[in-house]
């Protein structure tokens, strides 16, 4: 059983900066790609970061130069670092995996984690 398990969000104020975590168990992890995804209350779930198994990454247009996916295959791991963070950030964050890379970058899969809240509010 696949499980995925946010970590890292919370209060931060415009400019700052925080490091999300999603533990996985249950795959294969270094075989499969990931996914970050976020929703912001009244929108439509959208992807902000992947990564290939290769370490290939995509970005929204709206996060790059501001947010970087990693991943660490021994940890089971993969993290979004987000720096310069802007009120327009606050959403749940998701983590995703299951799904494939294409040319276009990540196409999302079946299996979700519970989220992780993120706020930017002065």
């Known amino acids: 059983q696949v499980q995925l398990v946010e970590s890292g969000g919370g209060l931060v104020q415009p400019g700052g900066s925080l490091r999300l975590s999603c533990a996985a168990s249950?795959?294969?992890?270094?075989?499969?790609?990931m996914g970050w995804y976020r929703q912001a209350p009244g929108k439509q779930r959208e992807l902000v970061a992947g990564?290939?198994?290769?370490?290939?990454?995509n970005y929204a247009d709206s996060v790059k130069g501001r947010f970087t996916i990693s991943r660490d295959n021994a940890k089971s791991t993969v993290y979004l670092q987000m720096n310069n963070l802007k009120p327009d950030d606050t959403a749940v964050y998701y983590c995703?995996?299951?799904?494939?890379?294409?040319?276009?970058?990540?196409?999302?899969?079946?299996?979700w984690g519970r989220g992780t809240q993120v706020t930017v509010s002065s």
């Open positions: 990564i290939s198994s290769r370490d290939s990454t």
């Open positions: 995703n995996t299951g799904g494939r890379w294409s040319r276009d970058g990540y196409v999302r899969g079946d299996h």
């Open positions: 249950g795959v294969i992890f270094s075989v499969y790609a």
